[in-house]
């Protein structure tokens, strides 16, 4: 079975369930379906481990939960799985090593709370990255923020390198390791609910490949900034995306995504709907950089 279908059987019952109990109202539903969304979308993604010589286009599906571990307190859960499916924006790759296609899984799993202005959340991401070699890597990622007034929340998000992974790119070794971070945020909302955020900070840095021209160099301390968005369209959907940037952008990184994100208990116009919503989603390319040094 290929892997796009074998993602389909998984995430099409979660579908199914979700859509048969639209019909009760959010808050009869049980938590894990009332704070359940399912993300279709397009994904982009250029980093140091691209080689200096590809980029990927493709599909991302997400789902993400939160359950409730202490109501009154507003301490949740939050569990989540996506996955990306990719071709070489790029015909060098291909040329030089033979891959030209790219699979990622990723599973985000946390703590985060919701106490009157104050929002935290902290977890654990993973990334299995299926590409001119198979890597497995995770890292910690963690995110507090304050509501200055009702509309503006600043705050600070970050990540931390926990596990890294050696594989092969033609004879070479190499070795893929999440890029540490740390970003300050505004997240304003809008009077049609909509809000965006925008943010800057560094990373710890990156090592400059260009896989046809060594020796790599190394840029530390890098200037870091990106947005997201999150715009409803209706009581169950709402278009929402991501893009964050290291840079320098040109060996440094460029990612993307935006898509459709379906809400099966509804609650997109009225948060208190949904008091247990993740304030984290699954991990993706644009919270989860990756760096190659060889």
């Given at each position: 079975?290929s892997?796009?279908?074998?993602?389909?059987?998984?995430?099409?019952?979660?579908?199914?369930?979700?859509?048969?109990?639209?019909?009760?109202?959010a808050?009869?539903?049980?938590?894990?379906?009332?704070?359940?969304?399912?993300?279709?979308?397009?994904?982009?993604?250029?980093?140091?481990?691209?080689?200096?010589?590809?980029?990927?286009?493709?599909?991302?599906?997400?789902?993400?939960?939160?359950?409730?571990?202490?109501?009154?307190?507003?301490?949740?859960?939050?569990?989540?799985?996506?996955?990306?499916?990719?071709?070489?924006?790029?015909?060098?790759?291909?040329?030089?090593?033979?891959?030209?296609?790219?699979?990622?899984?990723?599973?985000?799993?946390?703590?985060?709370?919701?106490?009157?202005?104050?929002?935290?959340?902290?977890?654990?991401?993973?990334?299995?990255?299926?590409?001119?070699?198979?890597?497995?890597?995770?890292?910690f990622?963690?995110?507090?923020?304050?509501?200055?007034?009702?509309?503006?929340?600043?705050?600070?998000?970050?990540?931390?390198?926990?596990?890294?992974?050696?594989?092969?790119?033609?004879?070479?070794?190499?070795?893929?390791?999440?890029?540490?971070?740390?970003?300050?945020?505004?997240?304003?909302?809008?009077?049609?609910?909509?809000?965006?955020?925008?943010?800057?900070?560094?990373?710890?840095?990156?090592?400059?490949?260009?896989?046809?021209?060594?020796?790599?160099?190394?840029?530390?301390?890098?200037?870091?900034?990106?947005?997201?968005?999150?715009?409803?369209?209706?009581?169950?959907?709402?278009?929402?995306?991501?893009?964050?940037?290291l840079?320098p952008?040109?060996?440094?990184?460029?990612?993307?995504?935006?898509?459709?994100?379906?809400?099966?208990?509804?609650?997109?116009?009225?948060?208190?709907?949904?008091?247990?919503?993740?304030?984290?989603?699954?991990?993706?390319?644009?919270?989860?950089?990756v760096?190659?040094?060889?």
């Amino acid at each position: 079975m290929s892997q796009p279908i074998r993602l389909l059987s998984i995430l099409l019952p979660v579908a199914a369930l979700a859509v048969s109990g639209t019909a009760h109202a959010a808050e009869s539903m049980p938590t894990p379906l009332a704070n359940l969304s399912l993300f279709a979308g397009l994904d982009g993604s250029k980093q140091p481990q691209d080689l200096g010589i590809n980029a990927n286009m493709g599909g991302r599906f997400a789902v993400d939960t939160g359950f409730a571990l202490w109501k009154s307190g507003g301490l949740g859960l939050h569990v989540g799985a996506g996955a990306n499916f990719s071709d070489a924006a790029v015909h060098v790759l291909d040329q030089i090593e033979g891959t030209s296609r790219r699979t990622q899984y990723y599973g985000s799993v946390g703590l985060f709370q919701t106490a009157g202005s104050l929002r935290w959340a902290a977890g654990y991401d993973y990334q299995h990255n299926s590409y001119y070699d198979d890597f497995r890597l995770a890292q910690f990622r963690g995110r507090i923020g304050y509501a200055v007034t009702p509309h503006n929340e600043l705050g600070v998000w970050g990540t931390a390198s926990l596990r890294d992974d050696v594989g092969t790119m033609g004879d070479t070794e190499v070795t893929l390791q999440p890029i540490q971070q740390v970003n300050a945020f505004l997240r304003h909302t809008w009077p049609s609910r909509a809000w965006t955020s925008v943010w800057g900070g560094y990373a710890a840095g990156h090592d400059n490949v260009v896989w046809v021209l060594p020796p790599d160099t190394r840029d530390k301390n890098v200037f870091v900034y990106g947005a997201d968005l999150f715009m409803p369209l209706s009581d169950r959907f709402a278009m929402t995306g991501a893009a964050n940037f290291l840079t320098p952008t040109a060996t440094g990184t460029v990612d993307a995504h935006l898509g459709l994100t379906f809400y099966p208990g509804g609650g997109v116009f009225g948060p208190d709907a949904r008091p247990f919503a993740p304030v984290q989603t699954t991990a993706n390319n644009a919270t989860f950089s990756v760096d190659l040094t060889r």
